[in-house]
T-cell receptor, first 114, second 113 residues
Framework: AQTVTQSQPEMSVQEAETVTLSCTYD???????LFWYKQPPSRQMILVIR??????QNATENRFSVNFQKAAKSFSLKISDSQLGDTAMYFC???????????FGTGTRLAVRP | KAGVTQTPRYLIKTRGQQVTLSCSPI?????VSWYQQTPGQGLQFLFE???????NKGNFPGRFSGRQFSNSRSEMNVSTLELGDSALYLC????????????FGPGTRLTVT
């Protein structure tokens, strides 16, 4: 079974600064997908970024980028130029390449300070 | 494209009752997954339907069931409600093929008293 660990329950960052959220996972699969989701106080889960395990290049979406270390089973999310609207719970999630369920971490609550 | 919609958004039920939640996926998406979110257990997978067939199932008791219709809309039913069933129920849709990005609805907040 797959497990996803987010060791930072809460983090805080000043507006316009950069913050990195950590995620590690455990799997015996060789090919899989990793995701970061954002859940603002409004509750709607929003897909932030996706990484395919077979791709060595780290995914980037505007201010969001990942550092994917397959051998270390690490998948961190970097948010650059933090904005107040980035305040949310962030979940790291794993999915097998067959399109199985999402396995989520426990989440990191990020607060962006003005 | 319209996003994933879930109805109702809020629900209050009494122990022992049953409840049905509805999810309409993004147009063209054939797969619908359901997740339960609670403060104690986090996000847990309930089941996934693809083309009206249950393709995957999580570790929940048989009181939790679902179905999918020919238009890909899905319903989830919980019978004999228990206090512990109080949760946010999230529905997610995907095309059913790679890269399997799941898009979530706003959720249904179920409170069991």
């Amino acid at each position: 079974a797959q497990t996803v660990t987010q060791s930072q329950p809460e983090m805080s960052v000043q507006e316009a600064e950069t913050v990195t959220l950590s995620c590690t996972y455990d799997t015996s699969e060789s090919n899989y997908y990793l995701f970061w989701y954002k859940q603002p106080p409004s509750r709607q889960m929003i897909l932030v970024i996706r990484q395919e395990a077979y791709k060595q290049q780290n995914a980037t979406e505007n201010r969001f980028s990942v550092n994917f270390q397959k051998a270390a089973k690490s998948f961190s999310l970097k948010i650059s130029d933090s904005q107040l609207g980035d305040t949310a719970m962030y979940f790291c999630a794993f999915m097998k390449s067959s399109g199985d369920k999402l396995t989520f971490g426990t989440g990191t609550r990020l607060a962006v300070r003005p | 494209k319209a996003g994933v919609t879930q109805t109702p958004r809020y629900l209050i039920k009494t122990r022992g009752q049953q409840v049905t939640l509805s999810c309409s996926p993004i147009s063209g998406h054939r797969s619908v997954s359901w997740y339960q979110q609670t403060p104690g257990q986090g996000l847990q997978f309930l089941f996934e339907y693809f083309s009206e067939t249950q393709r995957n199932k999580g570790n929940f008791p048989g009181r939790f069931s679902g179905r999918q219709f020919s238009n890909s809309r899905s319903e989830m039913n919980v019978s004999t409600l228990e206090l512990g069933d109080s949760a946010l129920y999230l529905c997610a849709s995907t095309s059913g093929g790679a890269p399997y990005e799941q898009y979530f609805g706003p959720g249904t907040r179920l409170t069991v008293t």
